[in-house]
């Protein structure tokens, strides 16, 4: 049975209001330890996001590029917070921030998720309603985004292996459950 449906998802985290600019002393050392605590498909998503957002293909990211590529990420920064990264790296003082600084900037803040609240912003995902349940019809929904072909009795088999209440759905706390469980 394919469970992959309800094991988490690349949802991305928004940053809380008590948030701290990283400080980062060299880039080369930073870049270094990241890379090895990042995994590879961290590491890609934060590539092809300033890639995806650098329009102009210069390397760098002007202050609406970086929000964007940010927001893909699923970050949330406040404009205040967005140009206080890029003044903090901008060596040539042109308003822009270069893709080893924002690898390092969005790095930390990506090893600083809660999971928790990343498998809570993910039920909402899977939710879409907002019942607090993940139902037959959110599942059929969500495997059809996915482009998987799961036929409405797999999709209840997997909510049947799941829902710990014998509801029919899968709560947030099921969910959590499923999600952390090895």
Do not use: W
């Not at 980062?24 to 996001?49: F, G, H, M």
């Not at 699923?74 to 917070?81: N, Y």
């Not at 990506?110 to 907002?130: T, V």
Request: aromatic share 8%; hydrophobic share 35%; with cysteine.
């Amino acid at each position: 049975m394919n469970s992959s449906l309800l094991r988490g998802s690349g949802a991305g985290g928004i940053l809380s209001s008590k948030s701290q600019k990283p400080m980062i002393e060299s880039t080369s050392s930073t870049t270094t330890n990241l890379e090895s605590r990042l995994l590879e498909e961290q590491k890609q998503e934060i590539r092809e996001a300033f890639h995806l957002f650098d329009m102009n293909n210069d390397g760098y990211l002007d202050y609406h590029e970086c929000k964007v590529a940010m927001r893909a990420l699923g970050f949330e920064f406040t404009k205040a917070e967005i140009l206080s990264i890029i003044k903090e790296y901008d060596s040539d003082d042109n308003n822009l921030i270069k893709y080893t600084d924002f690898f390092n900037v969005m790095g930390l803040k990506i090893l600083e998720r809660n999971p928790i609240d990343e498998i809570k912003r993910a039920f909402k995902l899977f939710d879409e309603d907002g019942t607090g349940k993940i139902s037959l019809r959110n599942l059929r929904r969500i495997s059809k985004e996915l482009g998987e072909n799961l036929s409405d009795d797999e999709l209840r088999a997997m909510i049947n292996e799941f829902d710990l209440d014998e509801d029919g759905e899968i709560n947030e706390e099921e969910f959590i459950k499923i999600c952390t469980e090895n």
